[in-house]
């Protein structure tokens, strides 16, 4: 591939994800509103358009109208860029995640990907990771006690949720030997005794993927973790004092990363894109994609479902849960899944 | 030439964040500024090939300690504090710190010339692709070279994270 032709295939991509991920950010929230609906013996939306499919693009314009308002004596500059920053690093993750193998155009073989890096899975950390000042800044910038609260709480919460979340990662990473996504879903392919996949998840990972599923749980901000807008305390927490699409941003910020957190889950865990494949060239090389996309919405739908089903936790009953339970377990895991690849090996 | 363009981007950023870091009175200005300056940095190690000190830099620098930094002001209330601090008083020890580093870099200039056959010391890194990844490298050195001094670090933070528990229960 020449330097030209890498550009504007990688505009191409960069366009797609963007698009696609913006769309599924918007019908997660439809999906959220339905699934939780039908849990609460109510409908959900089903005025707008057929299901009431055409929600999110009455609630796009609905943000778009409402007035901006920027409140007096905040911190003018930190107040616009903090659900900013939320977006754009909750928006940049998905460059690294690969949706399948590859796909044949021409005499050029495009790896469904953005950016192939060697270190995919730190990337996703280090980038969710900074994912947090916006969070943080948006309450200390708005000037109200309830935003700074609810803006402590979330970065005291991802600070604490982030070591279990990444110890439950190491496991899998020492199973596979690699940081590259791409890698670690290969190694997951093929079956034991022709009918078990070889997933991560029945290759003894399940108490990690526990640990990486209730830490990111917290790590994204959602019920039974949503204790930095938890409403009966907080009002809504760090975003109070946000309206219009500054608000629209923050809630874009939280299902983006719920996407990535479902695309990781199923990419360490769950043997990525590896499913039944059949057919011609094309289908082959788009089936997978649609295996993977199956995975991440099922995680969705568990996000959505604990969400209906789970109460808040206590603000001291998280710490604990997450320093004195989780902690120990992930090491625990970890020191275990090295031990027994080191008497393998 | 694209490498020479992003170093000069991001070295320019890095000194910008800096200079503001000194510059801003508010200290959550500050510590911001010191975030560019650490993700500056990051990318700055990416441009030298060493791919995983640069995400760890990112992460432990700017998502896990500076973190801590915006926490711990949000935390503290500093504007009283903030009237009291006179920073313009240690102008003297600033102006001999800032020729100390100026000789410093002037000599360094001065002498790379001098050298028999040898101009400026400039990196010639291998292609990236010829290289073992990152990880690997740096696995092996920590711990097969390295493995004492980096135990004798792992022991010694925890001595400080025991230290830190006990002065923490002490004030209750």
Redesign the interface.
Same mark, same amino acid.
């Given at each position: 591939l020449t330097i030209g032709w890498f550009i504007l295939v990688s505009v191409i991509k960069i366009a797609l994800a963007l698009f696609i991920l913006l769309t599924a950010v918007a019908y997660s929230v439809w999906l959220e509103r339905k699934v939780v609906g039908h849990i609460q013996n109510r409908w959900g939306p089903t005025r707008v358009g057929p299901f009431g499919l055409l929600q999110p693009a009455a609630d796009g314009v609905k943000f778009l109208f409402k007035e901006d308002l920027t409140p007096p004596h905040v911190h003018k500059v930190l107040f616009t860029a903090a659900p900013m920053i939320a977006v754009i690093f909750a928006l940049t993750s998905i460059a690294v995640i690969p949706v399948g193998d590859s796909i044949r155009v021409g005499s050029f073989e495009i790896p469904l990907q953005i950016a192939d890096v060697n270190i995919g899975l730190l990337v996703v950390l280090g980038i969710t990771s900074l994912g947090v000042y916006g969070v943080a800044l948006a309450g200390w910038s708005s000037n109200n006690k309830y935003s700074l609260l609810g803006g402590l709480r979330a970065s005291a919460q991802m600070i604490s949720y982030e070591i279990a979340l990444g110890l439950s990662l190491v496991g899998v990473l020492i199973m596979a030997g690699s940081f590259s996504l791409r890698e670690i879903v290969d190694a997951q392919a093929g079956t034991f005794w022709g009918f078990i996949p070889r997933w991560n998840i029945f290759q003894g990972q399940f108490i990690a993927f526990f640990i990486y599923l209730t830490a990111a749980y917290a790590e994204t901000n959602r019920i039974p973790f949503d204790l930095p807008e938890a409403e009966t305390e907080l009002v809504a927490g760090y975003h109070t004092e946000y309206s219009a699409m500054k608000f629209a941003m923050f809630f874009m910020a939280e299902y983006a990363n719920m996407i990535t957190v479902a695309c990781l889950a199923s990419i360490l865990f769950l043997g990525g894109w590896h499913g039944w494949v059949f057919g011609p060239p094309l289908l082959r090389s788009l089936l997978p994609v649609l295996w993977f996309v199956l995975r991440v919405i099922g995680f969705l739908f568990v996000y959505i479902w604990v969400r209906g089903t789970l109460p808040r936790f206590r603000y001291d009953q998280l710490m604990a849960f997450g320093w004195k339970f989780l902690l120990p377990l992930a090491i625990a895991n970890l020191l275990i899944t090295a031990l027994i690849v080191a008497l393998k090996g | 030439m694209l490498h020479l363009i992003l170093f000069l981007v991001f070295g320019g950023i890095c000194v910008a964040g800096a200079v503001n870091l000194l510059a801003q009175r508010h200290p959550?200005d500050s510590a911001?500024s010191l *975030?560019v300056v650490m &993700?500056s940095l990051g990318v700055l190690y990416l441009l030298l090939g060493a791919? @995983?000190v640069a995400? *760890?830099q *990112?992460?432990v620098y700017? &998502?896990?300690i500076m973190?801590?930094f *915006? @926490?711990v002001i949000?935390?503290v209330n500093l504007d009283v504090a903030l009237q009291q601090i006179q920073f313009a008083r240690k102008k003297w020890v600033a102006l001999a710190v800032a020729l100390a580093l100026a000789g410093q870099v002037g000599l360094m200039f001065w002498s790379s010339g001098k050298m028999p056959g040898q101009g400026l010391p400039v990196l010639t890194a291998a292609a990236a692709t010829s290289l073992p990844?990152?990880?690997e490298t740096v696995a092996h050195s920590l711990f097969e070279s390295y493995l004492l001094p980096f135990e004798i670090a792992s022991v010694l933070l925890l001595v400080a994270m025991i230290g830190a528990v006990v002065m923490a229960k002490k004030r209750t």
């Open positions: - | 959550i911001l *975030v &993700g791919e @995983f995400a *760890v *990112v992460i700017a &998502g896990a973190v801590l *915006v @926490f949000m935390l990844p990152n990880s």
